[in-house]
């Protein structure tokens, strides 16, 4: 697997919590989306460990293309021609 799958074209609102730890998806495999559960095992693709300064919503990139991961910077429009 040489590309991530698009786990959806759209982004995931979630609410985080300043302090703590998360791990996003990267291989676009995860049955937990947007939140890594170990699918990528033997893809060659690791999860990416993050956390935010403050707490709050936030969008988190579904399509697995973002040039910010984890979160959403519209990269999505090019797949889906929004």
Not at 1 to 24: I, R
Request: net charge negative; hydrophobic share 25%.
């Amino acid at each position: 697997m040489n590309q991530p799958h698009c786990a959806q074209t759209a982004p995931y609102e979630v609410e985080l919590q300043e302090g703590q730890n998360y791990f996003w998806c990267i291989c676009g495999l995860s049955q937990n989306q947007p939140f890594c559960d170990g699918a990528h095992k033997g893809s060659g693709f690791k999860s990416q460990c993050f956390s935010v300064e403050a707490s709050g919503k936030v969008w988190l990139c579904g399509c697995k293309q973002s040039k910010n991961p984890p979160f959403c910077d519209g990269s999505h429009t090019e797949i889906d021609g929004v």
